[in-house]
């Protein structure tokens, strides 16, 4: 017996490419509505409904709004907005974040799927702090440029018309949709620096983290010890330290849900620079959900990806 699944908000980018991810699975069987009844609320309490597991790629309050026609049903959901990545009674949609994170999102009702910044820098975060290499109070910053397509459609169009004016930085008052999630799931007790930036490519992206000397305990070595021990398995891999690539190419992992960290820098004089490399439409969004929604389907996580 096929899994129903339906995804409100199939013709956003993410849904899109969660839609494209799943269309040919024999285990799957996709529940559409037609474009006219997409925003009616009563097409989209039946379809909710009739899915085994809903996958919203919605803005906050409609994702919000589908949670509510949800109730009194047995529907399973992933959502990919914002609104739920903090909220206690949804299941941290990062299978590798911990021991144990898998199963909890295999026996959820309700799984929040991580933000594509903060999937990288809660990979790089986390298992320093748990080794407590960094402190909870240590003055974190993050800076990282992803594809244009993370802007969704009205960004898209904007570069494949030309009429975008290059690459830019944003979110300069520091108050990024991300930081919360990265603050809570990164083991941080306060908020850090955070300059996100758009490139002039379609697809990808890269994260990176320094750490200056007395920001960290230990050596690079340890550093780098503390990440390759924490990921032995799933989608995130560490790169052997002195595999410093001559350069950190945001593309590099494009259609794929992996997640590749390195401890790049200088031994010698304490410095290091942590970095992540993804797909912001993979690990970074439709990927994740997809890896998800295996987990709650009781597949192999890599089903399909």
Not at 34 to 56: F, G, M, T, Y
Not at 198 to 222: E, K, R, T, Y
């Amino acid at each position: 017996m096929t899994a129903q699944v339906f995804i409100d908000g199939e013709v956003g980018t993410t849904g899109l490419q969660i839609r494209e991810r799943l269309t040919g699975r024999d285990d799957i069987t996709l529940i559409s509505l037609p474009e006219d009844q997409r925003k009616d609320a009563s097409a989209r309490r039946d379809a909710l409904a009739a899915a085994d597991v809903a996958i919203l790629c919605l803005p906050d309050d409609a994702a919000r709004e589908a949670v509510t026609l949800c109730q009194g049903t047995d529907t399973r959901l992933i959502d990919a907005s914002t609104a739920h990545r903090v909220d206690p009674d949804w299941v941290y949609g990062f299978p590798e974040m911990t021991a144990g994170q898998g199963a909890a999102v295999a026996g959820a009702a309700r799984v929040s799927n991580p933000g594509c910044y903060s999937t990288a820098a809660i990979a790089l975060l986390r298992p320093l702090r748990r080794a407590g290499v960094i402190g909870a109070e240590a003055p974190v910053s993050i800076f990282g440029i992803s594809g244009y397509s993370g802007g969704g459609k009205g960004m898209i169009a904007e570069f494949d018309r030309g009429e975008s004016e290059g690459s830019f930085i944003y979110a300069t008052g520091q108050g990024h949709k991300h930081l919360p999630e990265i603050v809570r799931h990164g083991l941080l007790d306060n908020l850090p620096i955070f300059i996100p930036s758009v490139g002039q490519f379609a697809q990808g992206m890269v994260v990176q983290i320094p750490l200056h000397p007395g920001m960290f305990s230990g050596s690079m070595n340890d550093v780098h010890a503390a990440l390759a021990q924490y990921y032995r398995a799933g989608f995130v891999s560490v790169r052997p330290l002195g595999d410093d690539p001559a350069r950190e190419l945001p593309q590099a992992v494009n259609g794929t849900n992996r997640l590749e960290l390195s401890v790049l820098g200088d031994a010698a004089t304490g410095r290091v620079v942590l970095s992540a490399v993804l797909d912001n439409l993979g690990k970074g969004a439709s990927g994740a959900a997809v890896q998800n929604l295996n987990l709650m389907l009781g597949l192999p996580a890599d089903t399909g990806l």
